[in-house]
C-alpha cells in the first residue's frame, strides 16, 4: 500500500493585504485631494422659484403670466370737441385759511404790550453792552392761545441776535393776554429802540 503524501502547501507571507489596503489607502487620497482642489459648481444664472411645501400656493402661480396682445383697433376714435371762445371756463380761488382765525381785543393787546414795554427794553439795553452800534426796530408776528397764553412767534430787525432774541421772547411769553374769541388769534406788532 502506497501512500501518497500531498505536495507541501506553501505559506504565504501575508502582505497580499497590506498591499491592497496601501492601494486603497492611495485611491481614497488621490480622490480627497481632487475633491479639494477642483473649483465649486456654479449656481445657475435664474434659479427656479420653488414654492414651499406647505404654503399652499400652487406652483405655476409663482411664475409670470404673459397675457396675449390685445388688439385695440376695434375701437372706434372719439374726436376731441374743439374748444369754443364762449364757453365758461373753469376758474380755480384759492383763498388762505388763517391758522388762527380767532379775534382780539386789539387796544387791550397793546395796552399791555406798552405796559411791559420795560421788559423788553432791557433786553435791548443789555445787547448795547456788547453791539453798542445796535439801533432800530423790530417787528415781531405772535400768537396769542385760547387761554391766552404766547404761542408761536416769528421775529425780525434787530432781534436777530441770539441774546437779545432769547430775552425779548421770553418776555414776551410770560405776558398773559384776553383769551381770543373763536380760537387763536395773530398779533402783528412793531418796537423802535432807540438810546
Not at 9 to 35: E, P, R, T
Not at 153 to 168: D, H, L
Request: proline share 12%; with cysteine; aromatic share 8%.
Amino acid at each position: 500500500m502506497s501512500t501518497s503524501i500531498p505536495p507541501p502547501v506553501k505559506k504565504d507571507s501575508g502582505n497580499a493585504k497590506y498591499i491592497i489596503i496601501g492601494l486603497l489607502f492611495v485611491v481614497g487620497g488621490s480622490f480627497a485631494a481632487w475633491q479639494a482642489v477642483k473649483p465649486p459648481p456654479q449656481p445657475p444664472a435664474n434659479p427656479p422659484r420653488v414654492a414651499p411645501q406647505d404654503s399652499g400656493v400652487p406652483q405655476q402661480s409663482l411664475t409670470p403670466n404673459v397675457a396675449a396682445n390685445i388688439d385695440l383697433s376695434d375701437e372706434p376714435d372719439v374726436p376731441t370737441p374743439p374748444l369754443d371762445a364762449t364757453a365758461p371756463r373753469v376758474r380755480y380761488v384759492v383763498r388762505y385759511v388763517d391758522q388762527c382765525p380767532g379775534t382780539i381785543d386789539g387796544a387791550r393787546v397793546d395796552g399791555m404790550l406798552a405796559a411791559s414795554q420795560g421788559g423788553f427794553r432791557e433786553c435791548y439795553n443789555r445787547e448795547l453792552r456788547t453791539n453798542p452800534t445796535l439801533r432800530g426796530g423790530a417787528t415781531v408776528r405772535f400768537v396769542i392761545n385760547p387761554n391766552g397764553s404766547v404761542g408761536e412767534i416769528s421775529s425780525g430787525g434787530i432781534v436777530r441776535s441770539g441774546q437779545f432774541k432769547a430775552c425779548f421772547e421770553t418776555v414776551l411769553r410770560r405776558l398773559r393776554f384776553p383769551a381770543p374769541r373763536g380760537g387763536c388769534a395773530v398779533k402783528e406788532t412793531r418796537f423802535n429802540f432807540s438810546t
